[in-house]
Nanobody, 126 residues
Framework: QPQLVESGGGLVQPGGSLRLSCAAS????????IGWFRQAPGKERSGVSC????????VYSDSVKGRFTVSRDNAKNMVYLQMNSLKPEDTAVYYC???????????????????WGQGTQVTVSS
C-alpha cells in the first residue's frame, strides 16, 4: 500500500527552525516529484515547494523563498523540508505529496498528485 508519512512538526518560536520529513513506503520515490503544501486554519491549501525526482530542480513559493530548502534522499526514500527563520504566518498543517511527473515549474500547486500524506502541524508562536 503506497503511503507518505510526514513528521518533524511542532511548536517553535519565531525565528526558529524545523525540519520536516516525508517518508515513502510501498513505492519508490525515484520516479516521483514531491510537492510540499500547507493549509492554515480558515485558508485554502497552498503550495510551498516542489522537488523533481532527481532532486535536480526545485521551486518555492515567494513567501518561503530564501528561508525554506527542500531536499531528498532517494536511497532512503525520504524528502525533507528545512524551514528556517520561521514566522507566525508559517503556522499550518504541512503535507507532502508525490506525483509521477515533474514539478511543472510554478504550476506545481495545481497539478495532480498520486499520493498524499496525512500532514504534520507546524505552529510558530512565542
Amino acid at each position: 500500500q503506497p503511503q507518505l508519512v510526514e513528521s518533524g512538526g511542532g511548536l517553535v518560536q519565531p525565528g526558529g527552525s524545523l525540519r520536516l520529513s516525508c517518508a515513502a513506503s510501498g513505492f519508490s520515490l525515484d520516479y516521483y516529484a514531491i510537492g510540499w503544501f500547507r493549509q492554515a486554519p480558515g485558508k485554502e491549501r497552498s503550495g510551498v515547494s516542489c522537488i523533481t525526482n532527481s532532486g535536480g530542480s526545485t521551486v518555492y513559493s515567494d513567501s518561503v523563498k530564501g528561508r525554506f530548502t527542500v531536499s531528498r534522499d532517494n536511497a532512503k526514500n525520504m524528502v525533507y523540508l528545512q524551514m528556517n527563520s520561521l514566522k507566525p504566518e508559517d503556522t499550518a498543517v504541512y503535507y507532502c505529496a508525490a506525483r509521477s511527473g515533474g514539478c511543472g515549474g510554478t504550476n506545481y500547486p495545481i497539478l495532480p498528485y498520486d499520493y498524499w500524506g496525512q500532514g504534520t502541524q507546524v505552529t510558530v508562536s512565542s
